[in-house]
Structure formats: structure tokens, C-alpha cells
């Protein structure tokens, strides 16, 4: 009898065939692991699999911890919509494994009579998305810096693009939700001058941050809903795109002191209107108008509010002007632009803000973000007062914020400098814990628990940012990093494909897909040299050995014989872009990549030292945290099980943080009381 494409287990269809699982007729997002662990256990109803069956079966057992096998249990009982202490389906045998029970009514019976909908073709004109519902029911700033069990690989084809050269279209990762889904989106201007865009996504900014106090809704991210400003595209198309229900739009016109604010709220199943309403206000009362406006909205989703404080974040002004100044240099900030001439913009409009209001927190911290950013490529003498009355800000943060989560954020990185690790992650925790899942409370945690070696924790973040913010690219940028860190290489390829079709700087994803490429020794010359091309013309990139590098991409003992002269010679560059760059401690850190990527571990090892010990705070043992990532995304050779690898955990701290804590890096074990080993 041939083997079931089709298992359904009351409102539960398993489609082996099209690797979907669908609950109450809704597709539910999964990982292809997950996917995976799913069939298996479904495939055989009643058996008990233990872990490690589980994980041969579906990973290989090959750098994995039985953490990841717990993740995707997790993440199969948020699709199923089971509470993990009373499962109906999925079921924890405990000290074993996991047992899949099915209703006592023959599970699949009628499965194969089940109208599923049509499997979506990838397309970069239409995205493939959920069934709408029925009616009634910067990490990276130095480089920007099968059926589903026995071939486990075919859960990554399936991610890819059926035709290998085109890029699918962004697609959202579709969350089984209850909550009502929304997103805002900036509001547009219509003064009659057309100067108002900042004030527009101000607006609709604060909206979007009070909303996400609450926890029985769900929101799409400040960066996926504002890629669409400026775009004339239907709102139906809009949230498909961002997998949620409803949308928030509006327009503001100011005029003179004199404001006018209209919203509506509409589904975004069929377009219809739930609520729309206008707002005529004078300016100064703006902070009022936007409590109103969340209460209005959420009141219209029928989620109460009113048990809720609708501040705004920690640290802000009830001056007009200074926060005018603010939203400006929000919208320069996250323009994508790094130039030195942007970057002075953005510290003259910080400087306004905080000259407007010297108390305004959130002021001072962009003040205090734009001078590090401006100061970054300079020497030591040009940036060493840019960096000093940094800290001065982040010293007046403290006194006049001591709880904020901006002073607990600088406080955790300093802890970590100190070499206090453990202390360093647990308050990034608490950042991160106290407040909406957003980028910027969860950046500092994620950073530090990737330098101390936790990765696969890392990459389960970075994938629920992706659910927040599936349209961001720093949020797929970094996950690239994660997954090669965590040599999942498959998920990596099919997430540097899903960024294709986003908007943003492609330095980052070109870089790691470089790498990936050429790790393979029968790696397509011309894929290699196209990665190549996107991101050489980057200015660190302007150097001689890069030139060469590029016209012996299809010999890999040249390419080795280049790095290893590239050892020993000084590297010189041909312009001007490459004065600063060409003594970046960061080029014998990529040359480290490459050789890694080549297969030679001693090469790399020395090349890590290098990049390393060049740093003065490597010398003090100060080293911050963004120093470790390096530690973790060169995962192609032998680098980690390498005597000098080793050696560079020790000197750096991260052995003694792992025996004190117990919580060993990923790939990494004590071996005795003494002693540890990687691989």
C-alpha cells in the first residue's frame, strides 16, 4: 500500500507531498527542520522516537545540541495550537523523546478527500502568502559592513527558488495567530508644501510603539511596514505581503500651527473599511492626538487599552521642536546611507534636539549613536573627542534616566569589556525582556550571546525578529550570519535568496554568499565571480590583493598563494579610499574568511591572531563584543578544532565563561576539569 501524502487529524492536514501543514484551513509557517520532525513522528502515530533518533533522523546529529531538537518542538506545538502542558497531539515522553497521538478517529482517513489549496508557485511578481481568512471565522557594520525525513536536504531545495536564477520575492513567515494582526504604515503628507514626511512617519511611529505595549495584538515591525511608504500599492497587496489582517493608513496636513489627521483601519482580506476617522488639532497637542489615535484603533480591533500606560518610550519630550528635530534625524539615520557629509546632518539635527531640550533621553542617545558612527573610520586623534563627549551624553543618560533600558543597553556593553560576561548577558536579557520584541531592545542580547558562542539561541531570535520584521534587511543580514555560524548552510542560501528581493545595502548578504560559494570546491566559477563582483567595488575592498584575487577566482591553490603572500606583505592600497581602510585591523580578520572558506585552518588561525592582536583592547583585555563575531563566522574548515583557535578562547575569556556558567559555546565541551575541545 503505498505510503499517505496526506494526514488529517480533526482541523490538522499534513500535506507530505507539499511540505504544508494547514490548521482551521490556514497555512502555518515552518522551518523545513521542523517540518521534518513533524512527519516523522506523524508518519509513525503511537511510536515513541527518542532524541537522538530524532536527530540522526532529521539533522544527521552533526554540530546540532539537543536544544535545537527542543526549538523546533516548540515551534510545531505554536503551529498545532497546543498548550505544551495539556497536548492533544504532540506529546513529551519524558527522559525519551516525543510521541505523536492522533485523535482515536482514523487519523488520514478521509485526509486524501481534503481540499487543500493550491500550492503557490515562487514568483517575483506574486508572493506566495496565506489564504486570506474567510469571512466570519547595524550587527555587521565592519563589513556592511524528505517526503520530508529521509533526505532532510529536500527541505532546503524547498525553500529555494524552483528556477535557480531568479530571486523569489520576499515572502513573510506566516505565524499561527489568534490575536488580531495589524500594521502601520507611514502617514502621507498632503501639506501644501510637502515637508511633512518626517512628521508623517513620527506619527504613525508612536502609534505603531504604543500598539506593541499591548500584548493582545500583533504588529509588523517599524522597518517591513515603512518599505512601503511612497509606494501607490493596494492595501489588500500590502498585507498579504506583511501576513497580517488589518492595516492602519493616514494622511497628515499641517498647516501654520494647525494640524489634520486622517486614519482609517481596513482589512486586508477584501478592503473593507472597520473604522476611519479625522482629527483636527493644534500641533502642540500632537502627543495627545497619538494616545487617542492607538486607543481609537485598538478599540476598533475591540482590544482594551485602557488597563495599558500609553507613554511614550522612556526619555522623551514634551517640547514640539525638539522632537520636530527628532523625527528628522530619524529619517536621515535610517536612510541607509553611511557617507561622512550624512553623518554630520545627522549629528547637527541631534545637536537641535537636544539644544531644544537638554533633557530629552532619546535625543541625547542619537546625539551619542551619530558622533560613534561619524567617528568610526577616523584615526585615533580625529575620533578620540567625538568618542569622548559620547560618553559625556551616555553619563547625562544616566542621571537623568538611570532606569532606561538606553542606560541598562551601554551598561551591559561595559560589562562585557570588564570581562563580567555572564553579568553582561543577563541585563541584556532584561532589555530585551522588558519591552516589545523590537530590533532595538533585542539587538544587544542577540550580540552578546553570538560572541559567547551561543548560536543557535541566536539564530531563534533572529528568526522571531523575522516574523516582526520580515521585510528588514539588517534583520536577514544578520540571520545570514547566524545560520553560517551555526553551519546551517541550506537555511543560509535560502535566506540570502528570500533578501534578494529586499530593500537595503546587498554588501553584507554578497559577502557571506562569497563565502558560502566558495567553501565549495566544485562551486560554479561564474556564481563565485558575480558574488565577487557585488561586493569588491566596496572601498576596504580597494586594494591590490582584492584586484588579484578577482583574476584567479577559478584556481584555488592561486587564491591560497595570494593569501599566503598576503601573510607576509604589506598590503598597500592604489587610492584614496584605501588610506584608511588599508590599515584596518578588519583586513587580516576577511583574509581569515577567505582562508577558511579555502579549507586551510592554519592560514586562518594565523590570520584570525592577527586581526586580533593588532586591537589596542585586545592587548587590555577590553575587547567589546563585536570582536568575538569573528571568533564564529569563519565555520568551513577545521579553524574551530584549531590549537591557535583555541588558544584565542582562552586569552579572550570565553573558556572561563563557559566552565563558570556551564553553558558551553555550540560545538564546544569540557574535557576533564581542566581542559576543552572544539569542533
Not at 501543514?21 to 502515530?45: D, I, M, T, W, Y
Not at 502601520?184 to 512617519?201: C, I, K, M
Not at 561564474?526 to 566596496?538: D, M, P
Request: hydrophobic share 45%; aromatic share 8%.
Amino acid at each position: 500500500m503505498p505510503a499517505p501524502t496526506r494526514l488529517a487529524f480533526d482541523d490538522v492536514v499534513l500535506d507530505l507531498t507539499g511540505q504544508r501543514l494547514l490548521r482551521g484551513g490556514v497555512e502555518q509557517a515552518l522551518e523545513p527542520k521542523a517540518f521534518a520532525v513533524l512527519a516523522l513522528l506523524a508518519g509513525s502515530p503511537g511510536q515513541v522516537f527518542g532524541r537522538d533518533e530524532i536527530l540522526d533522523a532529521v539533522w544527521g546529529h552533526q554540530h546540532v545540541t539537543p536544544g535545537v531538537l527542543s526549538r523546533s518542538v516548540n515551534l510545531l506545538r505554536q503551529a498545532l495550537g497546543e498548550d505544551a502542558h495539556h497536548p492533544r497531539l504532540l506529546r513529551t515522553v519524558h527522559g525519551v523523546g516525543y510521541r505523536f497521538d492522533p485523535p482515536s478517529a482514523a487519523p488520514g482517513a478521509e485526509a486524501a478527500t481534503i481540499d487543500l489549496p493550491a500550492l503557490d508557485e515562487p514568483s517575483i511578481h506574486s508572493p506566495p502568502v496565506a489564504p486570506a481568512p474567510q469571512p466570519g471565522g547595524r550587527r555587521w557594520l565592519w563589513l556592511a559592513a524528505t517526503a520530508a525525513i529521509a533526505l532532510p536536504v529536500a527541505f532546503a531545495i524547498a525553500w529555494l527558488p524552483q528556477n535557480p536564477g531568479e530571486a523569489t520575492q520576499a515572502k513573510p513567515p506566516v505565524v499561527a495567530e489568534t490575536r488580531p494582526s495589524i500594521a502601520v504604515l507611514p502617514f502621507v503628507d498632503l501639506s501644501p508644501t510637502r515637508d511633512q514626511a518626517y512628521l508623517g512617519d513620527g506619527l504613525a511611529e508612536e502609534i505603531l510603539n504604543q500598539l506593541a505595549q499591548v500584548p493582545a495584538l500583533r504588529l509588523v515591525g517599524r522597518t517591513s511596514s515603512f518599505s512601503f511608504k511612497g509606494k501607490n500599492e493596494d492595501l489588500r497587496s500590502i498585507g498579504r505581503k506583511l501576513g497580517v489582517a488589518n492595516l492602519l493608513e493616514g494622511s497628515v496636513r499641517k498647516d501654520g500651527d494647525q494640524l489634520r489627521i486622517s486614519t482609517q483601519l481596513v482589512r486586508t482580506d477584501d478592503g473593507t473599511q472597520l473604522w476611519a476617522k479625522t482629527y483636527a488639532r493644534e500641533l502642540r497637542d500632537v502627543f495627545a492626538l497619538q494616545d487617542e489615535i492607538a486607543r481609537d484603533v485598538a478599540q476598533a480591533l475591540s482590544v482594551k487599552l485602557d488597563a495599558m500606560t500609553l507613554n511614550r518610550a522612556h526619555g522623551g519630550t514634551a517640547n514640539i521642536d525638539a522632537y520636530d528635530r527628532y523625527l528628522r534625524w530619524r529619517q536621515l539615520f535610517f536612510s541607509d546611507r553611511s557617507d561622512a557629509e550624512h553623518l554630520r546632518q545627522c549629528v547637527r539635527m541631534a545637536r537641535e534636539a537636544v539644544a531644544l531640550d537638554p533633557r530629552f533621553v532619546l535625543g541625547l542617545d542619537a546625539l551619542a549613536i551619530s558622533l560613534r558612527e561619524l567617528a568610526d573610520p577616523m584615526d585615533d586623534t580625529q575620533a578620540g573627542p567625538l568618542l569622548a563627549e559620547a560618553e559625556r551624553l551616555y553619563a547625562r543618560i544616566a542621571e537623568l534616566a538611570p532606569d532606561s533600558w538606553i542606560v541598562k543597553r551601554e551598561r551591559a556593553y561595559g560589562l562585557w569589556r570588564e570581562g563580567r560576561r555572564a553579568e553582561a548577558i543577563a541585563l541584556a536579557k532584561e532589555v530585551m525582556g522588558n519591552g516589545p520584541l523590537i530590533y532595538e531592545r533585542s539587538f544587544p542580547y542577540m550580540s552578546l550571546i553570538f560572541a559567547a558562542g551561543h548560536l543557535d539561541e541566536t539564530v531563534a531570535l533572529d528568526e522571531q525578529l523575522r516574523v516582526v520584521e520580515p521585510l528588514s534587511m539588517i534583520v536577514s543580514r544578520n540571520l545570514q550570519f547566524d545560520y553560517i555560524a551555526a553551519r546551517r548552510y541550506p537555511e543560509a542560501e535560502a535566506e540570502y535568496r528570500r533578501s534578494l528581493a529586499l530593500e537595503g545595502s546587498r554588501f553584507g548578504p554578497a559577502y557571506v554568499a562569497f563565502m558560502r560559494t566558495l567553501a565549495k570546491e566544485d562551486t560554479d566559477p561564474e556564481k563565485l565571480r558575480e558574488l565577487y563582483r557585488q561586493f569588491q567595488q566596496h572601498p576596504a575592498y580597494d586594494l591590490p590583493f582584492f584586484h588579484s584575487l578577482g583574476a584567479v577566482l577559478h584556481d584555488r591553490d592561486a587564491m591560497l598563494a595570494l593569501l599566503r603572500k598576503a601573510a607576509v606583505d604589506p598590503i598597500r592600497g592604489t587610492s584614496s579610499a584605501c588610506v584608511s581602510a588599508c590599515s584596518d585591523p578588519s583586513l587580516p580578520l576577511i583574509q581569515a574568511n577567505l582562508a577558511d572558506a579555502l579549507g586551510d585552518a592554519d592560514l586562518a588561525a594565523a590570520a584570525l591572531r592577527k586581526g586580533l592582536e593588532d586591537r589596542k583592547e585586545f592587548r587590555d583585555a577590553s575587547l567589546p563584543y563585536g570582536a568575538y563575531f569573528q571568533l564564529w563566522i569563519s565555520p568551513y574548515s577545521s579553524l574551530r578544532a584549531h590549537p591557535g583557535f583555541k588558544q584565542l578562547l582562552i586569552e579572550m575569556g570565553l573558556a572561563d565563561y563557559w566552565r563558570q556558567t556551564g553553558k558551553w559555546g555550540d560545538g564546544c565541551e569540557p574535557v576533564g576539569a581542566d581542559d576543552f575541545q572544539c569542533r
